[in-house]
C-alpha cells in the first residue's frame, strides 16, 4: 500500500490547543468546582525532626463549616506504595516509615501531620490554628557528608545509618589505565539544591461516591495511571473502583511525578462522601515539592598530555532528602548517573563510586534530568578542567574522545547503549555560531580595557524514553484511534498535557498517517476511564513511545480500512490506497470514498454486515484499534551491563557571559544550541521547550537556590527568596539550530526532547564564569557574591 | 462590580481576595493563582484600566470596579488580536502564565503601541513563565504591537 | 496563604481616615497599595483587628510643583503616577529612575509613594532618594498636622515615628540648585528585586565643576536606611574628579550595620556599599554637568 509522504510531521503547526489557554477557557484542576465540595489545608511540621506526642484537633472540629479532619492515626494501615521498586537495585526500605500524614515522626519541616475539609479556603486554614500538636524535637540531619560519615541523629530507625544507597559500577581496567596515565587530573564539583516549581501547584479534587463506591481524583500530575495504581496500593482500594484524570496540568517538568499527596484528599472525600479539594499554596510547593540536584562529585581523570581521556573516577553523594523511594523515586538517580556519567565520550575504563543519603529535607525527585543532569556534569566539569591545566582549548578535547558518527548504535562500557548522533557536527555548529576563533580574540581585547566576557561549552547527551528492566518504569504506551461515522478520528491516550502540545503534535501524526489534516484529528488524553494504559508524561515518553503506539495503532487501523474501502468498492486490497484522506482506487481515482463515507457506510447504513469483507466481519468488525508499544533498544532483563533508555537527543551549547568583577553579577550576553532529537514533528515545539529549559538552567546556575538552616528550617519559602527568572534575565541573544540524526528504534525516528534544555545550561555558564576568570568551579549557585570570592581567587592566582 | 462587562454583586467577608471572588464565588477562571503572594503575575488583571495583582487586592476595595480578565477579550472562538499573536508565535505551553501575560501585554499596548524590546521585557517582568524562557513570548508581544498598530 | 478576619473601613475622606485612626489607631493598619501589607496578613504575620482603607480618598493622590521648584506629592501617589508625570520627569528625574526600577508594570500601578515609605523596610526603593532630597513628610492626625523631616523619620526596621493615630499624608521636596544631578542605583540579583545595597546620589556643582552640595542616601545597610554623611563631607567644596569620587566611596561605608540573610552577607554588602556608591555618583556627576 503506498505511503503518502508526509505532510505535517515535520511542520511547524501553530498549536490546537492554544485558544482554551489563551482565553481562560482551559480547565486546570484549581477552576473545578463540584457540588458540595470542600477544600482541603493541611497542617505541617514546623521541626525538621521530631516524634509526635499528641495531635488534638478537638477545638478545630468546633469551628462552624469544619466538615472533617484526619490526622496519622486515620493514616494508619495505608503506608505510602512504593515507587522505586527494582530487585537488582537494593536500597533501604522507607514503606514502614512512610504515610501521607506523619503517624509518630515528622523528617522534614512541611510534612503533613494533620488536615482539615472545611466549606471554604479560609475556614479551613483558620481551623489550622486550633489544631494543637505536642512535638519532641530530635536533632535534624542538615549534612550530606555528616550524614554519609555516620553518627548522627537516624531518620529511620531500622536502618543503622542514613545512606539509602550505596550503587557502584565500573568496566575496563581503571587501575591500569591510571598507572599509564601521562597526567592525572583532580576536581570536585558541588551543585546545590534547586527544583523546577511550575506556577501551578498541585492540585487535586478527590471526590468519593458512597453510593457508587468509586473514587475519581482530579490532579495536577504526569502519570495518571501510576497516580492511581499507587492510590489504589496505599489506600488498599481495588484499582477498577478507581478513576484519575489529569485535565491540564500547569508544568510538570518532572515536578508532578510523584505520588503521595493525593491520599490525603482522597481520604478526607472518604471519609465524607464529598468532593476534596486541595490546592497547594506556594510555601507549602516550595518546602514539600520534590527538591533536585544537591550533591558532591569527586572525580579523577587519567589522560593523555594531549587530550585522550584514559580513565575516569567518580565519588558522588547525593542528597536525597528525607527519602528516595515512596513519594517518588529519585534513588534511580544514582543507577542513571552511573549508566550516562560518561557522557558523549569514548571512554572504556571507569569507576563510579555513588551514595544517597538521606537528610531532613523535602524529598527529592524528578526535575528536568532526574540524574541525567547530574550525569553531564561529570565529564563536562572534567573537561574543562583538562582544558585549563593541559592548556589545550575544550573543544579539542571533545573532539578527541567524541563516540564518532559511524560508531552508532553505540554499546557505552556503562551498558548504555546510544542509538544515533553525530556529536562533532553539534560542536562545529556551535562554534561557527560563536565565531570563536574572533570571539576569543575579541575576549583578550576587551580585557585589556577592564570588560571580563566568558565562553562557556558543553557537549550534552539526553537519554529518552525510558525503560527499565523489573522496574515500574518500563511499562508499555497505548494508543486508541477510532475512525467516527459522521467524520473525524479520535485518538485515545494516556499522556498528560503538561504544555509540550500532544493535542497538536499527535493529531499531527494521525494526520499524517491517514492523509487527513490536524484538524480532523481529535486528541482525547489523561483520563484512566477514557485511555489506554500508559505510564506517564516523563522522560520524553511522548515523542518516542506514545508516537510509536499511535504509528502502530493507525496503520493496523488504516490496514482494516484499506480493506473495507477495498470491499466497498468492489476491488481488491492491493488496488486500493488511501490519499487526502479518501480510498481511492489506484488505477481510478474517481471511484473513492471518503474516511466519513466510508465510516458512515461501515457503521451505521448499510451497516456492518454488508460493508465489512467476512474474515474481518467476524474477528475484529470496529472501526477503531488500540496498540500498547514497547521499545526494542532496552533489553528484557536486568543484568549488567544493560541499557535503560530508547533514545539519545544530543546537543552543543554554548554561551558568552559578563563578569561585573566589582560586583560578581554575570550577565548571560549570548546562548546558542545545536540540537538533535532525530526526526522532530514540529520543530517550534521543540525549540521552545528547549529555551525554556535553557532558562531553567540559567536560573538554576545563577538565580535560584533552595536553603536550609543547620537545624533544618527552610530559608526559601517564598518567590521572594527563592528566584526564578524573569523576562529580564534572558540572554541578549539566543541562537537555537538543529541537526537530525533518526531515531533507529522508533518508527517515525523521533527521540523526544524535553528534558536537555535544562540539563546542559548549568554546565556551559559555569564553564563560560571559568573561562571569565581563568580557574576552576568549586560550587554552585554562582550568584554574585560567590563570584566575587572566585574573582578575588583569580586576582590572587595572577589571573586577573 | 462589572467583570467583563456584566454586573455582579455579591456579599463576602473583608478577608476574601478579589481573585477568590472571581474565581470561586463568579466562577470567572482565566485568572490563575500560582504563588498568592503578588510575585508569579498569574492573576493579573485589568482594575479600572490598570493591570493589577488580584491576589493583592480584597474583593471590597473593588466594590464599583470595572474589571477586565482574558475570558473578557475574547470567547474563544475569535481570539483577540494579542491571543492571536500569541498563538502564531508559540508563545503557550503549559497554559498556565497565559491568561496573566495576555494582560501584562493588554497594558503595555494600551499605553504604548511601538514598544521596544527593553519595555516589553519590563511589561511582562512581573509575569513568571517557567516553560516558554520568555523568548516566544517576547515575539508575541512584538507581534501583537505590530497587529494592533496596523489596525488602528 | 489567606488572612486572618478582620473588619473592614473604607473612609472617603481625609478626616474619616483620621477619625478612625483616632478610635482604632493601635489595632489598625493603613491598607493603601496593599503590597506591603497583604502579604503579611495572608502569612498571618500580621493580625490587625481593624483595617482601613484610604484608598478612596481622592484627596490624598496629587503631584504639585510649588513657585520655588519644590514638590508637593500626596501620599496615595502611585509609582506610575510619579514616573509618567512631566513635572518629575524634567525636575526630579531620579524618582523617575527610582520607580521604573522598581517591581513590575502591576505592582508600579498600585504601590503608593506614602507606602513605601511607611514600610520603612530598609530596602524600600524610595527611601533612600528621600534621604538623599532631603525631603519632609506631612504627618495628619485628628488633632492637627506636624512635619518630620526624613533624616529623622526612620528609627528601626519597620519603625517610623508616626504615631498610631497619624496618617502620612504628603511628601514635600525641596527644590534642587541648577546643575544638579541625581542617580539611583541597586544591586540585585534580578532587574526589580529588593536591593542587596543601594544608593541614592544627588549633586549639584558650581561653574567650575565644585561640588557645591551633595547627599547619598544608603539603602539596605542596617535596620534603616541612612545618609553617608562622611562621604558626604569628602565630596564638599571640592573639584570632582573620579579619583575624588572613588575615595569618597571607600567612605560610604562608616557607620553602616548591614544584615547577613540569604541573598547576601554583611561583608559582601559592606564592600558593595562601595561599588554602588562610587557608580551612583559618577552617574550623578555627568547628569549634574548635563551630559547623557
Redesign the interface.
Known amino acids: 500500500m503506498a505511503q503518502t509522504s508526509t505532510k505535517w510531521v515535520g511542520m511547524?503547526v501553530?498549536?490546537k490547543?492554544?485558544?482554551?489557554?489563551?482565553?481562560?477557557?482551559?480547565?486546570?484542576v484549581?477552576?473545578m468546582?463540584m457540588h458540595g465540595m470542600l477544600y482541603c489545608a493541611i497542617l505541617r511540621s514546623p521541626y525538621a525532626h521530631a516524634r509526635i506526642r499528641k495531635v488534638d484537633v478537638s477545638e478545630a472540629r468546633k469551628i462552624p463549616g469544619v466538615v472533617a479532619i484526619i490526622t496519622g492515626e486515620d493514616m494508619k494501615g495505608y503506608n505510602l506504595a512504593p515507587q522505586a521498586e527494582m530487585p537488582g537495585f537494593k536500597f533501604k526500605p522507607v514503606g514502614p516509615y512512610a504515610f501521607a500524614l506523619a503517624v509518630d515522626k515528622v523528617r522534614f519541616v512541611g510534612e503533613p501531620v494533620a488536615a482539615v475539609a472545611a466549606v471554604?479556603?479560609?475556614v479551613a486554614?483558620?481551623a489550622l490554628?486550633f489544631i494543637k500538636v505536642e512535638y519532641d524535637p530530635l536533632p535534624a540531619v542538615v549534612d550530606a557528608k555528616k550524614a554519609m560519615e555516620g553518627g548522627s541523629s537516624l531518620l529511620y530507625e531500622g536502618w543503622e545509618d542514613n545512606i539509602q544507597l550505596s550503587f557502584a559500577t565500573s568496566a575496563g581496567d581503571v587501575d591500569k589505565a591510571f598507572k599509564e596515565a601521562e597526567r592525572i587530573i583532580k576536581g570536585e564539583i558541588s551543585e546545590h539544591r534547586y527544583s523546577?516549581?511550575?506556577?501551578?501547584?498541585r492540585a487535586i479534587l478527590a471526590s468519593y461516591n458512597p453510593a457508587e463506591d468509586k473514587l475519581e481524583v482530579w490532579t495536577a500530575t504526569q502519570g495518571i495511571f501510576q497516580a492511581r495504581y499507587y492510590l489504589a496500593r496505599t489506600l488498599k482500594i481495588p484499582e477498577h473502583k478507581i478513576r484519575v484524570v489529569a485535565p491540564?496540568?500547569?508544568?510538570?517538568?518532572g515536578n508532578k511525578l510523584n505520588f503521595w499527596v493525593e491520599v490525603i484528599p482522597a481520604l478526607l472525600s472518604i471519609k465524607t462522601g464529598r468532593p476534596v479539594k486541595f490546592?497547594e499554596?506556594?510555601?507549602e510547593s516550595l518546602t514539600s515539592m520534590p527538591h533536585s540536584r544537591d550533591y558532591r562529585q569527586e572525580f579523577e581523570v587519567a589522560c593523555k598530555k594531549d587530550g585522550t581521556i584514559l580513565g575516569v573516577k567518580m565519588k558522588m553523594i547525593l542528597d536525597l532528602g528525607m527519602e528516595g523511594s515512596n513519594r517518588g523515586s529519585s534513588v534511580k538517580m544514582l543507577l542513571i548517573v552511573n549508566k550516562f556519567g560518561l557522557g558523549p565520550y569514548k571512554i572504556h575504563n571507569y569507576n563510579f563510586d555513588t551514595h544517597a543519603v538521606v537528610t531532613n529535607k523535602s524529598f527529592g525527585c524528578a526535575y528536568r534530568g532526574f540524574g541525567k543532569d547530574i550525569a553531564n556534569r561529570v565529564m563536562e566539569r572534567i573537561i574543562s578542567k583538562m582544558s585549563r591545566e593541559l592548556d589545550i582549548p575544550p573543544e579539542e578535547i571533545r573532539r578527541k574522545n567524541f563516540i564518532q558518527p559511524h560508531e552508532f548504535p553505540y554499546r557505552q562500557a556503562t551498558g548504555a547503549l546510544y542509538d544515533s548522533g553525530n556529536y562533532p557536527e553539534l560542536l562545529n555548529r556551535v562554534m561557527k555560531k560563536l565565531d570563536l576563533g574572533n570571539l576569543r580574540k575579541e575576549k583578550e581585547k576587551l580585557r585589556k580595557e577592564g570588560r571580563y566576557i566568558g565562553i562557556g561549552l558543553s557537549s550534552m547527551v539526553e537519554p529518552a524514553g525510558a525503560a527499565v528492566p523489573e522496574s515500574v518504569v518500563n511499562g508499555v504506551e497505548g494508543a486508541n484511534v477510532r475512525i467516527n461515522p459522521e467524520g473525524g478520528i479520535t485518538l485515545r491516550v494516556a499522556h498528560t498535557?503538561?504544555?509540550?502540545?500532544i493535542e497538536t503534535t499527535f493529531a499531527q501524526v494521525v494526520a499524517d498517517e491517514f492523509t487527513v489534516t490536524p484538524d480532523d484529528v481529535r486528541v482525547i488524553y489523561g483520563d484512566t476511564d477514557m485511555s489506554p494504559f500508559g505510564l506517564g508524561t516523563f522522560s520524553s515518553r511522548g515523542a518516542v513511545w506514545v508516537v510509536a503506539a499511535i504509528v502502530t495503532a493507525c496503520r493496523k487501523l488504516k490496514e482494516k480500512v484499506l480493506k473495507i474501502g477495498a470491499h466497498i468498492l468492489k476491488v481488491k486490497p492491493e488496488e486500493v490506497e488511501l490519499r487526502d484522506g479518501r480510498v481511492s482506487v489506484i488505477e481510478d481515482p474517481s471511484k473513492s470514498l471518503t474516511l466519513k463515507e466510508l465510516a458512515g457506510k461501515a457503521t451505521y447504513w448499510p451497516g456492518p454486515l454488508t460493508t465489512w469483507p467476512k474474515d474481518l466481519l467476524y474477528t475484529d468488525p470496529g472501526l477503531e484499534v488500540t496498540c500498547y508499544w514497547t521499545s526494542p533498544n532496552p533489553p528484557t532483563s536486568w543484568e549488567l551491563p544493560s541499557n535503560i533508555y530508547t533514545t539519545n537527543p544530543s546537543s552543543c551549547e554554548g554561551a558568552v557571559v559578563e563578569v561585573d568583577i566589582?560586583?560578581g553579577?554575570v550577565k548571560v550576553l549570548k546562548y546558542v544550541v545545536a540540537h538533535d532529537c532525530g526526526n522532530v514533528i514540529n520543530p517550534?515545539?521543540v525549540q521552545?521547550?528547549f529555551?525554556?529549559?535553557?532558562?531553567?538552567g540559567i536560573g538554576g546556575t545563577?538565580?535560584e537556590?533552595i536553603?536550609y538552616d543547620e537545624n533544618g528550617q527552610p530559608?526559601?519559602t517564598?518567590?521572594?527568596?527563592y528566584?526564578?527568572?524573569?523576562?529580564?534575565?534572558?540572554p541578549e541573544i539566543?541562537d537555537f539550530d538543529s541537526i537530525h540524526t533518526p531515531a533507529p528504534f522508533t518508527p517515525l525516528g523521533t527521540k523526544g526532547m524535553g528534558e536537555g534544555?535544562a540539563m546542559c545550561s548549568p554546565s556551559v555558564i559555569t564553564h563560560a564564569v571559568e573561562d571569565a576568570l581563568g580557574l576552576t568551579v568549586k560550587k554552585t549557585p554562582l550568584?554574585?557574591?560567590t563570584v566575587?570570592e572566585l574573582v578575588k581567587e583569580a586576582r590572587q592566582k595572577g589571573l586577573l | 462590580m462589572t467583570v467583563n462587562g456584566v454586573p455582579y454583586m455579591g456579599t463576602v467577608e473583608p478577608r476574601t481576595l478579589l481573585i477568590d471572588f472571581l474565581r470561586d464565588d463568579l466562577g470567572i477562571a482565566g485568572p490563575k493563582i500560582g504563588c498568592i503572594e503578588g510575585k508569579c503575575g498569574a492573576c493579573t488583571v485589568i482594575l479600572n484600566g490598570v493591570s493589577v495583582l488580584s491576589c493583592m487586592i480584597f474583593a471590597v476595595q473593588a466594590d464599583g470596579a470595572d474589571i477586565l480578565t482574558v475570558e473578557g477579550l475574547s470567547d474563544g472562538s475569535k481570539l483577540h488580536l494579542i491571543q492571536e499573536a500569541f498563538k502564531e508565535n508559540f508563545a503557550v505551553q503549559c497554559g498556565y502564565c497565559s491568561p496573566g501575560m495576555v494582560m501584562s501585554t493588554y497594558q503595555l499596548l494600551k499605553r504604548n503601541l511601538n514598544p521596544t524590546e527593553e519595555a516589553i521585557k519590563d511589561a511582562i517582568s512581573g509575569n513568571l513563565c517557567r516553560c516558554s524562557g520568555y523568548l516566544s513570548i517576547i515575539n508575541a508581544v512584538k507581534d501583537a504591537a505590530k497587529k494592533m498598530r496596523e489596525q488602528g | 496563604m489567606r488572612p486572618a478576619k478582620f473588619e473592614y473601613f473604607d473612609p472617603h475622606t481625609i478626616d474619616e481616615a483620621l477619625n478612625l485612626l483616632e478610635t482604632y489607631g493601635e489595632e489598625a493598619k493603613i491598607l493603601a497599595g496593599g503590597l506591603s501589607l497583604v502579604p503579611t496578613m495572608k502569612l498571618r504575620l500580621a493580625v490587625p483587628r481593624y483595617v482601613i482603607d484610604i484608598t478612596r480618598i481622592p484627596t490624598l493622590s496629587y503631584i504639585v510643583e510649588n513657585n520655588d521648584g519644590g514638590l508637593r506629592i500626596g501620599a496615595l501617589t502611585t509609582y506610575y503616577t510619579l514616573a509618567s508625570s512631566p513635572i518629575v520627569q524634567s525636575k526630579f528625574p531620579i524618582l523617575v529612575e527610582v520607580a521604573n526600577g522598581l517591581g513590575s508594570p502591576q505592582i508600579r500601578n498600585r504601590g503608593t509613594l506614602g507606602g513605601n515609605i511607611c514600610h520603612a523596610d530598609p530596602a524600600c526603593d524610595f527611601v533612600p532618594p528621600m534621604l538623599a532630597l532631603n525631603a519632609e513628610f506631612k504627618a495628619a492626625s485628628s488633632k492637627g498636622e506636624r512635619i518630620i523631616k526624613s533624616s529623622n523619620f526612620f528609627f528601626d526596621f519597620f519603625k517610623t515615628l508616626l504615631k498610631p493615630s497619624e496618617l502620612l499624608t504628603e511628601i514635600r521636596i525641596p527644590p534642587l540648585l541648577p546643575k544638579t544631578g541625581g542617580a539611583y542605583l541597586k544591586l540585585t540579583q534580578r532587574s526589580g528585586d529588593f536591593a542587596i545595597v543601594s544608593a541614592a546620589a544627588v549633586m549639584s556643582l558650581d561653574q567650575k565643576e565644585v561640588c557645591k552640595t551633595i547627599s547619598i542616601g544608603l539603602g539596605s545597610v542596617g535596620p534603616t536606611a541612612m545618609r553617608a554623611e562622611q562621604a558626604e563631607k569628602f565630596l564638599l567644596g571640592k573639584t570632582v574628579t573620579d579619583k575624588l569620587i572613588e575615595e569618597s566611596s571607600e567612605l560610604a561605608t562608616k557607620g553602616i550595620k548591614p544584615s547577613s540573610d540569604i541573598h547576601a552577607s554583611a561583608e559582601y554588602r559592606t564592600e558593595m556599599t562601595k561599588v554602588i556608591t562610587k557608580r551612583a555618583l559618577k552617574e550623578a556627576f555627568i547628569r549634574a554637568r548635563g551630559e547623557k
Open positions: 511547524s501553530p498549536r490547543e492554544d485558544a482554551k489557554f489563551l482565553t481562560g477557557r482551559a480547565t486546570f484549581d477552576d468546582k471554604d479556603r479560609y486554614e483558620d490554628e523546577g516549581f511550575p506556577i501551578e501547584g491540564n496540568t500547569g508544568g510538570g517538568y490546592t499554596n506556594r510555601i498535557n503538561i504544555g509540550q502540545g566589582e560586583t553579577k517550534m515545539i521552545n521547550q529555551i525554556g529549559g535553557t532558562m531553567q545563577l538565580y537556590e536553603k530559608l526559601t517564598t518567590f521572594m527568596d528566584l526564578m527568572p524573569t523576562a529580564k534575565e534572558v539566543y534544555g550568584k554574585p557574591e566575587l
